[in-house]
Nanobody, 113 residues
Framework: VQLQASGGGRVQAGGSLRLSCTAS????????MNWYRQAPGEQREWVAS???????NYADSVKGRFTISRDNAKNTVYLQMNSLKPEDTAVYYC????????WGQGTQVTVSS
């Protein structure tokens, strides 16, 4: 199983980024997919989820600014991040849940003020 995250980078506050995570080795269409993030010195925190049926849920800190979506034909989950804030700076990880849980390697997002 491999989860390959990409799309991170450095952006100014108020800017946007779109993260992607492509999965292989799992039946993607039946997996719930999640994004987590971990800032320096902090615990990893959940950001957003999308179920196999497309239902979404967001942490309060990103609600209204981030959008999670999935393309089952491409085995890919996305996180569109708008109106970014310096406190969004973190390593972002994708996570897949079937009967087991799998993690990607993370992609760095840095938001400067």
């Amino acid at each position: 199983v491999q989860l390959q995250a990409s799309g991170g980078g450095r952006v100014q506050a108020g800017g946007s980024l779109r993260l992607s995570c492509t999965a292989s080795g799992i039946i993607f269409r039946i997996s719930s997919m999640n994004w987590y993030r971990q800032a320096p010195g902090e615990q990893r925190e959940w950001v957003a989820s999308i179920t196999s049926s497309g239902s979404t849920n967001y942490a309060d800190s990103v609600k209204g600014r981030f959008t999670i979506s999935r393309d089952n034909a491409k085995n890919t989950v996305y996180l569109q991040m708008n109106s970014l804030k310096p406190e969004d700076t973190a390593v972002y990880y994708c996570n897949a849940v079937t009967n087991y849980q799998f993690w990607g390697q993370g992609t760095q997002v840095t938001v400067s003020s």
